[in-house]
């Protein structure tokens, strides 16, 4: 399915829409510089979505024999499990989380930020300003896509800091394609900063295999050990966090616990029946074999706290 990426010239952030059927196959994106439109094919997506399209199912149609089909499959699903010295939840989650809880964060906006958010809201409020879904790190786009055909009486603002992912090709999709979303690209951290401040709660919130940063010393990298996770959870809302580390899971679980004071719950998952892997990274997980982890908790919203009073750092 072809896709028209739209650009908003007249703000710093850019916010994508896509549409099936435009410019003979070209994705229309922004140009580097001026606001204008420049037009390139998208690129075929190679990483797979584990049912043989794109660049996989052009090879594979071309594949006379099952031991050469087998070695394009192999080469999908292959990917690693995590690998990790640590054995439980990290020891030092608790007294980090207390810190994060306990200070102001101060970090400056970038400088694309505000335009970025300006634009996704306005994009929402146009729409009807119905109930939000945050796809956090959507990626390529497919779980937003996804979480707006689920939802059809919700609102989805996909959230990516890399526009060449958000820009990719979307020949992939196969299904409808949704009007009641769009994609950004923004800084995470900024644009849940950026929600507190506005007052806007969403109403379910994904974090679909966010990058596990395995390395014991790599905790305050982890979303639940960031300075921002304080914000996040005064967001409220229906938070889901997936990935294939259980130990993520169960870190994720103990902060939620510890600062939005209810229980989530946690639980080994999968897509069953007729349920489609939400992202290319689930899909690829399942393929090879992996454990998938998930957990789910309904966050209390904080709508008379103000960031100042908030526990981060």
Not at 134 to 152: H, K, M, N, W
Not at 170 to 186: H, I, L, S, T, Y
Not at 237 to 263: F, K, P, T
Not at 273 to 298: I, N, Q, W
Request: proline share 6%; charged share 20%.
């Amino acid at each position: 399915m072809n896709v028209t990426a739209r650009y908003n010239a007249g703000l710093t952030g850019a916010l994508w829409r896509g549409c099936p059927g435009a410019d003979n196959g070209r994705a229309r994106v922004p140009a580097r510089a001026g606001g204008e439109f420049c037009h390139r094919r998208p690129r075929r997506d190679r990483s797979n979505n584990g049912e043989f399209r794109g660049f996989f199912a052009t090879r594979v149609r071309e594949c006379p024999s099952l031991i050469t089909r087998l070695f394009y499959f192999r080469m999908f699903a292959n990917s690693r499990t995590v690998a990790s010295a640590q054995t439980g939840p990290h020891d030092k989650l608790a007294a980090l989380v207390d810190r994060h809880r306990d200070a102001v964060f101060r970090k400056p906006l970038a400088a694309y930020s505000a335009g970025a958010f300006d634009a996704a809201i306005a994009a929402w409020r146009n729409a009807g300003a119905a109930p939000l879904i945050i796809d956090a790190g959507c990626g390529v786009g497919e779980s937003t896509l996804r979480l707006a055909t689920q939802f059809p009486d919700h609102f989805v603002i996909g959230i990516d800091q890399s526009e060449s992912r958000i820009v990719r090709g979307k020949d992939w999709w196969g299904g409808e394609w949704p009007e009641n979303f769009v994609w950004v690209r923004a800084d995470l951290v900024d644009f849940w900063r950026q929600l507190f401040e506005a007052g806007i709660r969403p109403a379910r919130h994904y974090l679909l295999y966010p990058n596990p940063w395995p390395k014991i010393g790599q905790l305050a990298r982890r979303w639940h050990a960031h300075a921002v996770f304080p914000t996040v959870v005064a967001l409220g809302g229906v938070l889901e966090c997936r990935s294939n580390w259980d130990i993520y899971i169960e870190e994720m679980a103990l902060a939620l616990e510890w600062l939005g004071g209810v229980q989530p719950v946690v639980e080994a998952w999968a897509p069953e029946g007729d349920v489609a892997p939400m992202t290319p990274f689930e899909r690829k997980y399942l393929a090879s074999g992996h454990g998938l982890h998930r957990c789910v908790v309904t966050l209390p919203s904080s709508l008379d706290v103000s960031l100042d009073s908030l526990a981060r750092e």
